[in-house]
């Protein structure tokens, strides 16, 4: 299967595709761009379809990074997956960045008590807890709102921080991008595919939207 991975969740926005198949190689294209430049998702899309040496109408599965993180850039990933799906009938997938950033952990040899740390705003923190061993990677704290002082008291406690810019607030922290390559693995045995309108960035707060007020008519 032919899968384009989209990954937006971070400052550091990247796109990856993977083609694997029986008895053959896989193929693997990847393009990242810093989303403080206001990249455009389509220009990451044809470099890595280049570098794959492949066109679009070979991809047929789409997975976008579901966060949390850039509310803004998860909905560009899951506009584009949705507009793909109703222009080719691809399939697509939805994936945790957070799980992402554990596998990159792990292929990275970080091992131990992990503590992914992600900025949710509100001077909050998404936080997730893992522990990471060769051949192992188990969930030990799921994922949920945290002030600073709960992920300050994982570090004192012996935890690794990771996350895409956890040194800002936490200097002993490891910087590390969910990456769109490792979530095109992370998919690459799933079948659990989705409609495009289901497809949603994951945030834990409630969604609070304020109706604009009618126009008012000046005389």
């Known amino acids: 299967m032919t899968i384009l991975a989209l990954e937006f969740s971070s400052p550091q ?6 083609e694997s198949g029986a008895g053959s190689p896989p ?10 430049g206001g990249g455009q998702p389509l220009r ?18 789409i997975v976008v990074g579901l966060g949390p993180g850039s509310y803004a850039g998860i909905r560009a990933a899951i506009s584009l997956a949705q507009s793909w799906q109703l222009a080719r009938n691809v399939k697509l ?8 950033l554990a596998m990159q952990a792990q292929a990275g040899s970080l091992f131990g008590q992990v503590q992914i ?12 807890g893992y522990e990471i061993k060769m051949g192992i990677m188990r969930r030990v704290e799921e994922l949920r709102l945290a002030t600073r002082a709960e992920v300050e008291a994982k570090a004192s406690a012996g935890d690794t921080l990771i996350g895409p810019e956890v040194t800002r607030w936490f200097p002993n922290g ?3 991008f969910p990456d769109a390559a490792m979530l095109a693995k992370l998919a690459a045995d799933r079948t659990d595919f989705v409609a ?3 497809l949603a960035p994951i945030y834990l707060r409630e969604t609070n939207f304020v109706k604009a007020p009618p126009p008012r008519t000046i005389l």
Do not use: K, M, W
Not at 13 to 18: H, K, T
Not at 44 to 61: D, F, K, M, P
């Open 93 to 100: 997938l939805g994936a945790s960045s957070v799980e992402c």
């Open 196 to 198: 495009g309108e289901t």
């Open 13 to 18: 926005r990247s796109v990856a595709v993977l």
């Open 174 to 176: 490891r910087i590390l």
């Open 27 to 36: 193929v693997c294209g990847c393009a990242c761009e810093n989303s403080a």
């Open 117 to 128: 740390v992600i900025d949710a705003q509100r001077h909050e923190f998404y936080l997730a």
């Open 44 to 61: 990451l899309v044809e470099a890595a379809l280049r570098e794959a040496r492949l066109e679009r109408e070979q991809i047929e599965c």
